[in-house]
């Protein structure tokens, strides 16, 4: 490797890693490269990192489930010493996947059932999700969507896609459309044009959302004829699945900088993972990163009982404590909204600690972060019912 590659790579604090000690700097920068250079197998994880028994039957136990899949990125960033590493704690599969909890799932969010079409989820009025692939870069191991990501690399056919464009055209309510997968960006740059240019046409649709995890488990997939195609369909948001501050490195900072300049708004989504984040500070350090970066916290999300997953999951009010420490501690744009997805399908539900001790005849006794208390009357006006088109006025 040329000094100048290394001197790259060691500023992007990667670990040079002997497995790929001879590749160049454009190789490592071919997000297709690291695609086909994907740890899928036992041997070769432990050609680099010193493996635990857990994690070996883990291994072995997840062949055709949710496969074990790792990117050279990711993995240049696991503490090859410490089995308790939150990187590879979300990419390497444990033995505890084997144990299924009387309150697991195969599909928490029940969105097969909200499913009008195959791929696409109809569970708001006025907005729709479309599940394109079933691909990732990396498997994480909490994935909601195991039952489908994982086991074979599928996309949505054109058949099914076409009958998605259908579907939202006919239903003129449709006002948001968020693509995900699996992951979208797994995509070639022209297919998923395709997919946005059909969406954005359809006039009632006011803007597109797309999440993605890519930024963070590869963001070589983020190059400037990509920000080209996602550009032409401004307005077009970006949910990122980050879930610790050890994911942002200078090199997703780069990425995050050339999303954020293009227009692009960005926003977080963080899954709620025990032993990786479930502890305040940790959350704190992670909200405060993303700032930096220009991602605005968006959802914390209490992991959901998908099968295999019980050893993954926190207590509620872990996750209630969590938003304790947040609000009021520090800026109210590091604060996300904690949710809990209603299991089978009741949707996105805002769990949060209380702040009101206490009503009477319109009189609230508040308290705040530091658990004063305050008093605060409200007006007793009355509000008129109104048709839901038009503003609430008050009655004089
Ligand atoms: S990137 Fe998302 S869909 Fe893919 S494995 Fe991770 S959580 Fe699941």
Redesign the pocket.
């Known amino acids: 490797m040329a000094r100048k590659d290394r001197a790259k790579l060691s500023q992007d604090n990667y670990r040079r890693i002997e497995f790929w000690k001879d590749i160049k700097e454009e190789q490592w920068e071919d997000w297709r490269w690291h695609i086909k250079n994907r740890i899928t197998k036992l041997d070769e994880l432990k050609s680099i990192i010193q493996l635990t028994q857990e994690e070996e039957d883990g291994i072995k136990f997840s062949k055709g489930r ?1 496969a074990m899949a790792i990117t050279p990125y990711w993995a240049s960033l696991i503490d090859p010493e410490k089995p308790y590493c939150p990187i590879r704690r979300q990419c390497v599969p444990l033995i505890n996947e084997s144990h299924i909890s009387p309150n697991d799932m195969l599909d928490p969010c029940g969105e097969d059932e909200d499913s009008p079409v195959p791929g696409l989820v109809h569970r708001y009025p006025d907005r729709v999700l479309l599940i394109v692939t079933e691909q ?5 191991r ?5 039952r489908i ?2 086991d074979k690399d599928h996309s949505i056919s054109s058949e099914n896609l076409q009958k998605a464009y259908d579907y939202i055209k006919s239903n003129k309510k449709i006002r948001d459309v968020l693509i ?4 979208p960006l797994m995509f070639e740059d022209e297919v998923l044009d395709g997919i946005l240019k059909n969406i954005s046409a359809i006039t009632h649709v006011e803007f597109l959302r797309i999440g ?2 890519i930024p963070v ?1 590869l963001p070589q997939r983020i190059t400037e004829d990509l920000i080209k195609v996602l550009k032409k369909y401004n307005p077009i948001w970006m949910s990122i ?1 980050f879930n610790h501050a050890k994911e942002i490195t200078k090199r997703v900072k780069r990425v995050c900088d050339m999303l954020a300049d293009s227009g692009i708004p960005l926003g977080s989504q963080t ?1 709620l993972l025990k032993g990786i984040n479930d502890r305040p500070f940790i959350m704190k350090k992670l909200m405060h990163e993303l700032l930096k970066i220009r991602v605005r916290p968006y959802y914390i999300y209490q992991c959901d009982p998908v099968r295999g997953t019980s050893h993954l999951r926190t207590t509620i009010s872990n996750g209630i404590n969590i938003m304790e420490k947040l609000r009021g501690h520090t800026s109210g744009y590091c604060v996300p909204t904690y949710v809990i997805d209603g299991p089978g399908g009741g949707g996105k539900i805002p769990v949060s600690p209380n702040y009101i001790v206490g009503y009477s005849n319109g009189t609230y006794t508040l308290r705040n972060y530091e658990g004063k208390q305050f008093i605060y009357k409200e007006e007793q006006e009355q509000l008129q019912p109104q048709h839901e088109d038009e503003p609430i006025t008050t009655k004089h």
């Open positions: 949710l990732c870069a990396l498997y994480c909490h994935c909601t969507r195991r990501v994982g995900s997968g699996g992951d993605t995890r488990t699945h899954v």
